[in-house]
Nanobody
Framework: QVQLVESGGGLVQPGGSLRLSCVAS????????VGWFRQAPGKEREFVAA????????NYADSAKGRFTISRNNAQNTVSLQMNTLKPEDTGVYYC????????????????WGQGTQVTVSS
């Protein structure tokens, strides 16, 4: 069974940085697309960033472009999200997700989800 565990969230001031990690167990993250999503209080979950199975195609939400970077470390079976220049509107629970289908693009569908890690950007 595939399990994803996110970590790295916390409280940070505006302009600060956080690095989120998503560790997979039960299966490798290599050769599968992985995405990051977030859900702010009272809002629907939204897409943040995703990477395809080959690490060739990467997609970011407009709100994340230029500030966030998604990357994969196959040796550690981890996908990370480096978040810089954080804004209060980045506050939310961040989730990673992956597909059950290998060798697919970042468009999903995403079948396995982690429990999320809280990110709070506030002064």
């Amino acid at each position: 069974q595939v399990q994803l565990v996110e970590s790295g969230g916390g409280l940070v001031q505006p302009g600060g940085s956080l690095r989120l990690s998503c560790v997979a167990s039960g299966r490798t993250v290599s050769n599968y697309p992985v995405g990051w999503f977030r859900q702010a209080p009272g809002k629907e979950r939204e897409f943040v960033a995703a990477i395809d199975w080959a690490d060739v195609n990467i997609n970011y939400a407009d709100s994340a472009k230029g500030r966030f970077t998604i990357s994969r470390n196959n040796a550690q079976n981890t996908v990370s999200l480096q978040m810089n220049t954080l804004k209060p509107e980045d506050t939310g629970v961040y989730y990673c997700a992956t597909s059950r289908s290998p060798y697919t693009d970042y468009g999903g569908p995403y079948d396995y989800w982690g429990q999320g890690t809280q990110v709070t950007v506030s002064s």
